[in-house]
């Protein structure tokens, strides 16, 4: 599968400071997303970027899309120790339906 | 939007039993997804399932492992048969809600196998 890769794989940090994750993609998208998964269930959608967007806000989330580089950011600012979980980024694809899933970031925000 | 139920939650069962997980959609979808999200793993797709039509299967996961049943526009349920240790991990449902509209997940079936 085409599947991305984000980074860092994990990620430690206090509580009030930024936390940036990256994604990376490998052909066309039609839009990239991102999703929270707190203790293994599901996931949580947080927001959606199309292809012809480069930066989207929501609240203390801020994405940003770079279709030549093929990469995204999801940046969380002033991090709260509830937002410690599992972000992943999915991209889909212009040839199909369904999502694919880079490897996740686990973030840890410490009270 | 869409609201899925999807159960059991957590199940732990012998190792070459079978198990089979539900999920229950609010509004009519053409297409239910399921993953399988294994230990510390991200999610890979397994099966796309239609209304009418036999699942369609991802590389590496086959129907006589993963049978799937998509009876109506609002049910599907997957059997994972014959489990080893091997198929502990988290199932997921999912659908989408359109073209560039976000997918909405079941809140995943914990399965250990023993």
């Known amino acids: 599968s085409q599947q991305g890769e984000e980074d860092p794989q994990a990620l430690s940090i206090q509580e009030g400071e930024n936390a940036t994750m990256n994604c990376s993609y490998k052909?066309?998208?039609?839009?990239l997303q991102w999703y929270r998964q707190n203790s293994g269930r599901g996931l949580v959608h947080l927001i959606l970027i199309r292809s012809n967007e480069r930066e989207k806000h929501s609240g203390r989330l801020r994405v940003t899309l770079d279709t030549s580089k093929k990469s995204s950011s999801l940046l969380i600012t002033a991090s709260r120790a509830a937002d410690t979980a599992s972000y992943f980024c999915?991209?889909?694809?212009?040839?199909?339906?369904?999502?694919?899933f880079g490897g996740g970031t686990r973030l840890m925000v410490k009270p | 939007s869409a609201v899925i139920s999807q159960k059991p939650s957590r199940d732990i069962c012998q190792r070459g039993t079978s198990l089979t997980i539900q999920c229950q959609v609010d509004s009519q979808v053409t297409m239910m997804f399921w993953y399988r999200q294994q230990p510390g793993q991200s999610l890979t797709l397994i099966a796309t399932a239609n209304q009418g039509s036999e699942a369609t299967y991802e590389s590496g996961f086959v129907i006589d492992k993963f049978p799937i049943s998509r009876p109506n526009l609002t049910f599907s349920t997957l059997t994972v048969s014959n489990m080893s240790p091997e198929d502990s991990s988290i199932y997921l449902c999912s659908v989408e809600g359109g073209i560039n509209t976000e997918a909405f997940f079941g809140q995943g079936t914990r399965l250990t196998v023993v």
């Open positions: 052909t066309s998208i039609n839009n």
């Open positions: 999915a991209t889909h694809y212009n040839a199909g339906n369904m999502l694919t």
